[in-house]
């Protein structure tokens, strides 16, 4: 079992910037993939940018060159969100996906509120 739980997030204004964390409790032990997926209203959810156990990240088309992906040890993630735009308005959602005996399990957190406006 994992735990995840998110913080970061709010109002900002275009062209601003703000950091969503997640903290990770449990099974932290196990190979695993780090994410930040996001869901805004009537779309499905989509995955922003994503990092290996070994370091490795993967970023949704959309944000590369303004978001990135963290991580400081095997408990904590960050997203560091710059030149946000309307378009980035959604509820961001932590996942970590763990290897035990070769098979795959997915965490989500709760989700942060993101929300960018004048």
């Known amino acids: 079992q994992v735990q995840l739980v998110e913080s970061g997030g709010g109002l900002v204004q275009p062209g601003g910037s703000l950091r969503l964390s997640c903290a990770a409790s449990?099974?932290?032990?196990?190979?695993?993939?780090m994410g930040w997926y996001r869901q805004a209203p009537g779309k499905e959810r989509e995955l922003v940018a994503s990092?290996?156990?070994?370091?490795?990240t993967n970023y949704q088309d959309s944000v590369k060159g303004r978001f990135t992906i963290s991580r400081d040890n095997a408990k904590n993630t960050y997203l560091q969100m710059n030149s946000l735009s309307p378009g980035d308005t959604a509820v961001y959602y932590c996942?970590?996906?763990?290897?035990?005996?070769?098979?795959?399990?997915?965490?989500w957190g709760q989700g942060t509120q993101v929300t960018v406006s004048s």
């Open positions: 996942n970590r996906k763990i290897s035990v005996f070769n098979k795959w399990y997915d965490y």
């Open positions: 449990g099974n932290i032990f196990s190979r695993y993939v």
């Open positions: 990092i290996t156990d070994d370091g490795s």
